[in-house]
T-cell receptor, first 109, second 116 residues
Framework: DAKTTQPNSMESNEEEPVHLPCNHSTISGTDYIHWYRQLPSQGPEYVIHGLTSNVNNRMASLAIAEDRKSSTLILHRATLRDAAVYYCILSTSYDKVIFGPGTSLSVIP | SAVISQKPSRDICQRGTSLTIQCQVDSQVTMMFWYRQQPGQSLTLIATANQGSEATYESGFVIDKFPISRPNLTFSTLTVSNMSPEDSSIYLC?????????????FGPGTRLTVT
């Protein structure tokens, strides 16, 4: 299974942009890159996904490197509600989502 | 996106007993998944449940310990059998929406289980 590597934790100041990196050097040509986040005491929630091109939605932006071996989730303006564990996941098979340890994001007021 | 509810939201159980967790979805879905999240850890996939077929279990999980039912396209149950304190975890169900590889998963709020 293709693996992802993320920093264990990151800090950001409130109202500043946050760039959450993810390395996936063994990604296959058909793997999508997914991001989920888990707020305290809640189930994970879908954030964004992409294949090759950069993607934007109401929650975040996803920047994918040209060689697809890394990607960055961008929160344009961090709020206290964005404090969560962020998971970068490759779709290693048609149906399964396998979670790694993720990045714990702290937002400082 | 699908809305998922789970019952119970939490429970405290004695070792040796069993607990059945229910997962209800507000729309018909093909794939449902059960995860376990031990304290301070990430999520671990237990099994995939398709309606009309036997659940597919991940390595380290067996049907005798975690029997799963999937009677229709909106409902599934996970039973944690013969519980021990090591089974204390949050159990989450999820569903998949989308097509091909461009899918998204949506999760229920989880069931917090404590085994004493």
């Amino acid at each position: 299974d293709a693996k992802t590597t993320q920093p264990n934790s990151m800090e950001s100041n409130e109202e500043e942009p946050v760039h959450l990196p993810c390395n996936h050097s063994t990604i296959s040509g058909t793997d999508y890159i997914h991001w989920y986040r888990q707020l305290p005491s809640q189930g994970p929630e879908y954030v964004i996904h992409g294949l090759t091109s950069n993607v934007n939605n109401r929650m975040a932006s996803l920047a994918i490197a040209e060689d697809r071996k890394s990607s960055t989730l961008i929160l344009h303006r961090a709020t206290l509600r964005d404090a969560a564990v962020y998971y970068c996941i490759l779709s290693t098979s048609y149906d399964k989502v396998i979670f790694g340890p993720g990045t714990s994001l702290s937002v400082i007021p | 996106s699908a809305v998922i509810s789970q019952k119970p939201s939490r429970d405290i159980c004695q070792r040796g007993t069993s607990l059945t967790i229910q997962c209800q979805v507000d729309s018909q879905v093909t794939m449902m998944f059960w995860y376990r999240q031990q304290p301070g850890q990430s999520l671990t996939l237990i099994a995939t449940a398709n309606q009309g077929s036997e659940a597919t279990y991940e390595s380290g999980f067996v049907i005798d310990k975690f029997p799963i039912s999937r009677p229709n396209l909106t409902f599934s149950t996970l039973t944690v059998s013969n519980m021990s304190p090591e089974d204390s975890s949050i159990y989450l169900c999820s569903v998949e929406e989308g097509s091909g590889r461009a899918y998204e998963q949506y999760f229920g709020p989880g069931t917090r289980l404590t085994v004493t």
